[in-house]
């Protein structure tokens, strides 16, 4: 295992542990808005706290990109790319859906990601080049070829409601198409998801970095594909994402063609 893989699952697995003491007394714990549809938990910084002591500890001259605290500037070419706790709604409410999702970028290249799914103890790895694993085990995109057997995974734009008609004209138009639409409510699981094969595909409207950067190069070790919604590479600055096998994706983006504004 890559010595900064190892570094990596070491924070998310500390940060989880965080987590899950939080989970067993949410009704005690002190609970923010940040905005529409978004809240922060003294959990989620405490977890982020950890991943970053466990980070920089090792890396002291790498900079981090983190959810709640924002860029902390290092002077390597080296940036982690963290999200704590991935679903801090589904957490709050006791709904098992959530992660600790941690990417490292080098040279605006991903090199090593982890989504942690602390409840049930699941771990999703990759290095560039080296493959994608599921709890040590080597995994790979589903094989399914055509829509009609497809299942789908997505997130709505609850945060931005300018979306959410562009979204839903992109759902009018898959979902009769397919064999079902999941909406975990954690981008990080869902990506990790397509990896594993447990999902063909996923498409999502405005996510952020940490939302995305360790579940796409989960999908591209594991052999699928990652791309904006246009078919660019640009989806960790825009947010738009469209994964999945080979074979899904190109049948995905043929279908979301024209439902996108050409600058949304």
């Not at 697995?13 to 949410?26: D, K, T």
């Not at 922060?40 to 977890?47: I, K, N, P, Q, T």
Request: hydrophobic share 40%.
């Amino acid at each position: 295992m890559h010595p900064m893989l190892n570094i990596a699952i070491r924070a998310a697995r500390r940060a989880g542990n965080v987590i899950l003491r939080g989970y067993q007394q949410r009704d005690n714990l002190m609970v923010e808005s940040k905005g529409l549809n978004d809240f922060v938990s003294e959990v989620d910084r405490e977890a982020e706290a950890a991943i970053i002591d466990t980070l920089i500890s090792a890396y002291p001259n790498h900079s981090v990109l983190a959810e709640e605290t924002g860029l902390h500037e290092g002077t390597e070419p080296f940036q982690w790319i963290i999200d704590p706790l991935d679903g801090t709604t589904n957490f709050l409410h006791g709904h098992p859906q959530f992660s600790v999702s941690i990417a490292l970028l080098y040279k605006d290249k991903l090199e090593q990601a982890v989504v942690y799914s602390p409840l049930s103890e699941e771990l999703f790895t990759a290095t560039r080049g080296q493959g994608a694993f599921f709890n040590n085990r080597r995994m790979r995109v589903s094989q399914v070829a055509h829509l009609s057997g497809a299942l789908l995974g997505t997130g709505f734009p609850f945060k931005e409601e300018r979306y959410l008609e562009i979204y839903l004209s992109t759902f009018r138009a898959l979902f009769p198409l397919t064999s079902g639409v999941r909406r975990c409510g954690s981008a990080a699981l869902d990506l990790a998801y397509v990896a594993a094969g447990r999902l063909d595909g996923f498409w999502e409207l405005h996510l952020r970095p940490w939302d995305l950067a360790a579940g796409v190069l989960l999908i591209q070790e594991a052999g699928g594909i990652v791309t904006d919604i246009y078919g660019a590479h640009d989806y960790l600055r825009t947010g738009h994402v469209l994964a999945g096998n080979s074979k899904i994706h190109k049948l995905l983006a043929e279908e979301l063609q024209d439902k996108i504004p050409a600058h949304l």
